[in-house]
């Protein structure tokens, strides 16, 4: 056996104590005060009929929120409205409803949010997540333009829209905003957040469909957090303009799940190349559940960005850049140790795609296989 160098036996045992320390997080050691109150307030969910959108309504309700669940089965909406109501912390008061859309589509967005403010008596959702969105994996060149523009329209789009008629609405209200006096008490903090996928970070072989997608949300995210810092500026602005600033803070967060075993999982599964399998065999798969919990525990603690795993937190502490950190001990730590070890990672990944082509050879094109 070769020894490692003495460099290497410090980078492992590092990276070690960090995997460690991103896996106690997660579980939800090291927390910090809850910063994502739910309690009495409304939370507009799309993507809300299965998977882990399902299991976020349940532990929404579970908190005492108010929830409007959307997506286009009826079916499959009113069966998770039944599991969320079950669990309600206040059933007496709680209140539920779905809304069957598209959310692909831009002027689904504007009448889901519509409805969401009249079924809210008047008031826009304090809480609005952007969960929709599905994977139809395959290689880039075998897959049709069409399915790549229906990946974007859903997985891109569909946040976008959402995020722009959202923010319209909290920052510009058809009843603009009245001065308040000076010790007027805020309300509590709106909440955008979307639901990216840890491939945002490391885009690998076989997602050319649905990686870049989820990477332009990233981005998306990114702009936004930036944009929403002019608004809460303003609220502290002793230069009066003729609009009168929101009175709440907005905060603008993402989610970045890796493999979940859901019925998206399966269906993934049905056009993943054999070369993204072997990529991934040794990746950590969660339950809805945990991948839930992670995302509202990354929430609870006020994170910008949240892996719902150990794999996802190393990737997204390695692919920071100028995005804010939520910890800037660990995370600061954390990009040398991953830089190091993406010394090892990056080469090994591209060796299986290589070597699958080797092994295989040429593969036949099939067009518009997706």
Known sequence: MVPLEPGLHWATGLALVLTVTVSLQIMGFFSKADKF??????????GGSYGMGKELAKLLSERGAHIILVARNLNKLQIALDYAKAAAKNPSTQRFHIISA????????????????????????????????????????ETSLETMRKQMDLNYWAAAYLAQHTLKAWLYPTTPYQPRGKDAKSEGPRHFIITSSAVAFVNVAG????????????GLLDTLRSEVH????????????KQTPAPFDINIQGIYPGNISSPGHVEEDKTKH??????????PIQTEVE?????????DNGNYMTGTNWLGELMRISM????????????????????????????DLESKVWGWGKKNGMPELTENKQ
């Open 320 to 347: 920071l850049g100028g995005s804010p950190k939520n910890s800037i001990i660990k995370d600061t730590i954390g990009q040398w140790l991953t830089s190091i070890v993406w010394l090892f990672i990056g080469p």
């Open 102 to 141: 598209d959310v692909s589509i831009e002027s689904e967005n504007a009448r889901v949010l519509a409805e969401a403010t009249t079924w809210n008596r008047g008031t826009t959702p304090e809480i609005v997540w952007a969960n929709a969105g599905s994977s139809v994996p395959g290689l880039f060149i």
């Open 37 to 46: 109150q739910v309690e009495g307030r409304t939370v507009l969910l799309t």
């Open 230 to 241: 002019l608004y809460n500026g303003a609220r502290r602005s002793t230069t009066g303009t």
């Open 291 to 299: 991948a839930a919990r992670s995302a509202i525990k990354g929430l």
């Open 207 to 218: 997602y050319g469909p649905y990686g870049p997608a989820k990477t332009a949300l990233r």
């Open 274 to 283: 054999e070369v993204t399998k072997i990529l991934e065999e040794t990746d």
